[in-house]
């Protein structure tokens, strides 16, 4: 049954996936995964601070799932983010968030992701960031959209690249406490490539949602 809440009724399907939105049912289906653990030892470390996702379980879950009620409840027409989960194959491996500050008045989106460890290395990440990015450009008309990896996050980089991101500077952040550049990327509409095999649902409720 559609949720009364238009932002959980939205849908972003492609060939290999599908973003949907956040509703409890999919978190609570993600929760094992989260529990799990979704950074890597001995890898670098891929988000800064503060992150749920770096502390320890169940500590980790209770503050992730927090953090998502409370983001979900303050969209705004003058700030939003929109959480997606990841499903492929039927099944939960990950998140696909897509953020708006003054989006009507600038056109401009940001994007954040995680997938399971085991759902990586296949592809996953760049479809569904290419998902989002057909969500924010051909459902909500965005004119622009940036990303941002730390340095060493090869993975994120690549995929901002290969989906014709060019780079857009640097910046800082704190990685658990610690400082470390970040490469920003930008998209224009312009640059973006549209594919004519992702489907979206669910868009035309959410616009008003969104002030838009």
Not at 181 to 195: I, K, S
Request: glycine content about 8%.
């Amino acid at each position: 049954m559609p949720s009364a809440y238009p932002p959980l009724n939205l849908l972003v399907r492609t060939p290999r996936l599908t973003l949907a939105g956040a509703t409890d049912e999919l978190l609570e289906r993600l929760v094992p995964v989260v529990r799990a653990g979704v950074v890597t030892d001995g890898e670098p470390l891929p988000f800064d601070d503060p992150m749920s996702l770096y502390e320890d379980s169940p500590t980790r879950e209770w503050r992730w799932m927090r953090a998502i009620w409370a983001g979900r409840a303050r969209v705004e027409p003058d700030r939003w983010r929109l959480y997606f989960v990841v499903c492929h194959d039927g099944e939960p491996v990950g998140m696909q968030d897509l953020v708006g500050v003054d989006f009507a008045a600038l056109g401009t989106v940001t994007s954040f992701s995680w997938l399971a460890p085991a759902a990586r290395g296949r592809g996953l990440g760049k479809e569904a960031r290419a998902a989002i990015l057909h969500l924010a450009f051909d459902g909500l008309k965005a004119r622009e959209a940036g990303s941002d990896a730390f340095v060493d996050n090869h993975a994120s980089n690549r995929v901002s690249e290969a989906l014709g991101y060019t780079r857009n500077g640097t910046d800082w952040a704190t990685r658990r406490g610690e400082p470390t550049e970040l490469l920003r990327w930008r998209l224009t509409r312009a640059d973006w490539t549209r594919r004519t095999d992702i489907a979206l649902s669910g868009v035309e409720e959410c616009l008003p949602v969104l002030g838009l």
